[in-house]
């Protein structure tokens, strides 16, 4: 599966569960399958992490991730500094019933609708246990500035620490997707669209413009769009121009220059002509005719 089916289903919006500094002597974490993301910086001392049956030895700044449904037995060797957190990275709406799990707690089947899926599943996609950012000062930064405001209940700083996560995820995606994957795991729906086209109705549209948007060749972008749409992408623009024309001309005083320009019509003559042959009335006949019905 594509990053983009998968987003299809389960958007990507991390979610922490646990954040904490774990400041601990000699230390062990019998073993136990993971539901979530696991993500440990190991601050200060030596851990040695057996990961899927794969013993692991991480030193003083290092980054371990452990990935979904993997069985994990965590030991601390020295004393250790390890801040971690244990987060969500796809959206589910049962995302408050899942858990970190418990020590020893292997047997997930009663809780498989809660396991979150795993980014190494998806094609294109190779994350390491021992993670390598490319900028691991600004990623430490992130992370330690995430656990540290996750720490305090004030909503914004809850809300920061969300925000920092959402960073951190990326940044190990931009990290560890393969470059020639990067065309392939461009999004293929193009649900954003609607609102892309809102936002920008005033202005001239090209399909070269929404093609690079989508990261799509334009031949692409138009054959995908009539596809999901059932209409070539400028028949769809303009008929929400001639709509949103609609609702001004009934709703406001605005001058009819004013309606075209708002549209993204060039002038009112475009705007006249377009009106009238998707609606069989010039603009004004249209005003006049919605106040009669209205009994404006």
Request: with cysteine; proline share 7%.
């Amino acid at each position: 599966m594509y990053l983009s089916d998968l987003l299809e289903q389960s958007p990507m919006v991390p979610y922490i569960r646990e954040s904490n500094f774990a400041v601990r002597s000699p230390w062990m974490m019998p073993e136990r399958r993971l539901l979530d993301y696991l993500l440990v910086y190991i601050q200060e001392g030596t851990c040695v992490f057996r990961i899927d049956g794969h013993d692991y030895e991480f030193t003083s700044g290092e980054f371990c991730l452990i990935q979904p449904n993997s069985t994990n037995l965590l030991e601390g060797r020295t004393n250790t500094i390890t801040p971690f957190a244990h987060l969500d990275i796809f959206y589910s709406p049962l995302r408050e019933q899942s858990f970190p799990t418990r020590a020893g707690q292997l047997d997930l089947t009663a809780y498989r609708h809660l396991m979150q899926p795993r980014l190494n599943d998806l094609t294109g996609i190779d994350i390491p246990i021992r993670l390598a950012p490319k900028r691991p000062v600004q990623f430490r930064e992130a992370f330690l500035n995430m656990v540290e405001c996750w720490q305090h209940r004030d909503p914004l700083l809850q809300l920061k620490a969300q925000t920092l996560a959402s960073e951190i995820v990326l940044a190990i995606l931009e990290d560890h997707t393969k470059p020639h994957e990067t065309v392939r795991l461009a999004p293929q729906s193009l649900n954003w669209i609607t609102s892309f086209f809102s936002f920008h109705l005033s202005e001239p549209l090209s399909i070269a413009e929404m093609a690079q948007r989508a990261n799509l060749s334009p031949s692409r972008f138009s054959a995908v769009f009539k596809a999901q749409f059932g209409v070539p992408p400028h028949q769809y623009l303009l008929e929400l121009r001639i709509r949103h024309a609609k609702e001004l001309l009934e709703t406001t005083e605005l001058h009819l220059e004013e309606v075209a320009g708002y549209c993204g019509f060039a002038d009112i003559h475009h705007f006249s002509k377009a009106f009238k042959a998707k609606t069989g009335q010039s603009p004004g006949s249209y005003r006049s005719r919605m106040r009669d019905t209205n009994g404006g």
